[in-house]
């Protein structure tokens, strides 16, 4: 008896010890006939490949031609019928019946002894097989087995096929097994890997060099965030985890590179939720002479094609809702986006301080005593309008106070050419022309210094080599950083984070 349960109730702690321990006693039997977990068998042959390939043919065409093939993977399912057997195989090569093959047992085909010793095998075991191709009465491509052998033991048993992974910490605390019994988790990170190739892709063809540079910083720079600390003994010095790699990417376009993109792990030492997560994927990119405004057509035109590529189609769904990439993307002011969005404050009223501030802490917001309109206002947008953003939208002219790497427009000294562009109520990417004068620099990495000695936590460090680069010259320049994990939500119709990222971040198990 493989499983003490009943069809349809899933298996107890102690159901499991039970059927655990009968599958060690089996491996046990395995180890004293030396076949033990073998590493000779490699298959040739892919389950989607054969669908792709035979599928088409009938059974009067595709049996008399003997077709030997050789193919390994999880057994998923298992029929024993006497004399004959079915058993259905996954290996990894598509979601759905394409990554899945069935097989035939029989005494005929393999022997009685044979046959006897697959009775024996459990779902969940990893099986290499050779045989030949024909179809079953009702269509299906099957292996007529003629040679089988039990390539990994499982020891531990699935879950129950009719509730799978119901429980979501589970699938994230054990991606493994959601791996294993769900199509959907690995069709979303098949989607993943197809939006980052394209997005290489793309960089490529537009003479963007891809680069590596430092996770582990001496000073934590090219975002407002909190780092991770750590210590390395043999150079005696605290050393943050990267929170961006700006500052880096930067120094890059000083030495003589004029187009520089990474792709990168980031960490911030910050809050987890549906969106957020403390280890996370960016793509930043560096162009020599150019503005925010070349840099919001080429986003839009890489996010774009990242779409198509990914989802074949310019046009999604998510969370039931239409998103629709084929159109030029909207752009609006901070100021504009509340006045299209929260029509009931008045110019006067935004532009008010002891106004802004009250208003914003019937929110809970409360900024630093040093907060000046423009970081009020940046509040304000957040609390009232950001979420309502569905269509992708660029949120532009963003006050120099919250924007301490990016330039100051010529025309408003005030205000930087920073974008932000956000779509279905959340931020996906962020860029802007680059502050490339290093006495301007300088000056507001001090107001982030005294940023931080007033409290803010999130507030920039002052790097002096940075400072450095800058006086060597670097050409004016625009830079951005896409949000790879919030992007793959959007392409798989995902709404969390950790349903995109292969293994998030969890609370410790007790």
């Keep these: 008896?493989?499983?003490?349960?009943?069809?349809?109730?899933?298996?107890?702690?102690?159901?499991?010890?039970?059927?655990?321990?009968?599958?060690?006693?089996?491996?046990?039997?395995?180890?004293?006939?030396?076949?033990?977990?073998?590493?000779?068998?490699?298959?040739?042959?892919?389950?989607?490949?054969?669908?792709?390939?035979?599928?088409?043919?009938?059974?009067?065409?595709?049996?008399?031609?003997?077709?030997?093939?050789?193919?390994?993977?999880?057994?998923?399912?298992?029929r024993v019928m006497g004399k004959a057997s079915f058993a259905t195989l996954m290996d990894a090569s598509g979601p759905r019946a394409d990554g899945r093959i069935q097989l035939f047992i029989s005494n005929d085909?393999?022997?009685?002894e044979a046959?006897?010793?697959?009775?024996?095998?459990?779902?969940g075991d990893i099986l290499g097989a050779e045989g030949t191709l024909f179809k079953t009465k009702t269509g299906e491509l099957t292996v007529r087995v003629t040679s089988l052998r039990l390539i990994t033991k499982s020891i531990r048993p699935l879950p129950d096929k009719f509730h799978g992974l119901a429980d979501q910490e589970i699938k994230y605390r054990q991606r493994y097994v959601d791996l294993i019994m769900n199509d959907e988790t690995r069709r979303t990170f098949k989607a993943r890997t197809a939006a980052i190739a394209s997005i290489r892709r793309f960089m490529g063809e537009n003479g963007f060099m891809e680069v590596e540079t430092p996770m582990l910083h001496p000073i934590p720079g090219g975002a407002a965030a909190k780092p991770f600390i750590t210590y390395h003994n043999a150079l005696d010095m605290q050393m943050f985890m990267r929170i961006a790699p700006e500052l880096y990417l930067k120094r890059l376009l000083v030495g003589g590179f004029d187009r520089?993109?990474?792709?990168?792990?980031?960490?911030?030492?910050?809050?987890?939720?549906?969106?957020?997560?403390?280890?996370?994927?960016?793509?930043e990119f560096y162009a020599a002479y150019a503005d925010y405004k070349w840099l919001m057509d080429f986003t839009e035109t890489v996010i774009r094609q990242a779409?198509?590529?990914?989802?074949?189609?310019?046009?999604?769904?998510?969370?039931?809702?239409?998103?629709?990439?084929?159109?030029?993307?909207?752009?609006?002011?901070?100021?504009?986006?509340?006045?299209?969005?929260?029509?009931?404050?008045?110019?006067?009223?935004?532009?008010?301080?002891?106004?802004?501030?009250?208003?914003?802490?019937?929110?809970?917001?409360?900024?630093?005593?040093t907060a000046g309109i423009g970081a009020m206002q940046l509040a304000l947008f957040e609390e009232t309008a950001e979420a309502k953003l569905w269509e992708p939208t660029y949120i532009i002219d963003y006050p120099v106070e919250v924007s301490p790497l990016a330039r100051a427009s010529d025309t408003r000294p005030d205000i930087t050419e920073r974008f932000e562009l956000f779509m279905v109520g959340?931020?996906?990417?962020?860029?802007?022309?680059?502050?490339?004068?290093?006495?301007?620099?300088?000056?507001?990495?001090?107001k982030q210094v005294e940023a931080k000695d007033a409290g803010?936590?999130?507030?920039?460090?002052?790097?002096?080599?940075?400072?450095?680069?800058?006086?060597?010259?670097?050409?004016?320049?625009?830079?951005?950083?896409?949000?790879?994990?919030?992007?793959?939500?959007?392409l798989t119709d995902s709404p969390n984070i950790r349903d995109v990222i292969l293994f998030p971040h969890m609370r410790r198990e007790d």
Aim: with cysteine; glycine share 6%; aromatic share 10%.
């Design 307 to 369: 779409v198509i590529d990914t989802y074949g189609t310019p046009v999604i769904t998510y969370q039931g809702r239409e998103l629709d990439f084929s159109k030029p993307f909207h752009r609006l002011t901070i100021l504009e986006a509340i006045a299209k969005y929260a029509p009931q404050y008045t110019a006067e009223q935004l532009n008010d301080t002891d106004f802004m501030r009250a208003e914003l802490k019937k929110f809970g917001v409360e900024l630093l005593p």
């Design 456 to 490: 803010d936590e999130e507030a920039m460090y002052y790097d002096s080599d940075y400072i450095r680069a800058l006086e060597y010259g670097m050409p004016p320049a625009g830079g951005c950083g896409i949000g790879i994990d919030r992007l793959v939500m959007l």
């Design 115 to 123: 046959h006897d010793a697959f009775k024996r095998y459990d779902i």
């Design 1 to 78: 008896m493989t499983s003490p349960t009943k069809k349809n109730e899933p298996a107890t702690a102690a159901d499991e010890n039970s059927i655990m321990a009968e599958r060690r006693a089996k491996l046990a039997a395995l180890r004293q006939e030396g076949v033990a977990y073998p590493n000779d068998f490699r298959p040739r042959h892919k389950a989607a490949d054969l669908h792709a390939q035979y599928d088409s043919q009938d059974n009067d065409t595709l049996e008399p031609a003997a077709i030997n093939v050789c193919v390994a993977g999880r057994m998923m399912l298992k």
């Design 426 to 446: 959340r931020e996906i990417a962020n860029g802007f022309s680059e502050l490339n004068d290093p006495e301007d620099q300088s000056a507001r990495f001090m």
């Design 260 to 283: 520089v993109f990474e792709l990168n792990r980031n960490f911030r030492n910050e809050g987890v939720s549906p969106r957020h997560n403390p280890e996370f994927t960016m793509m």
């Design 109 to 112: 085909s393999i022997g009685k």
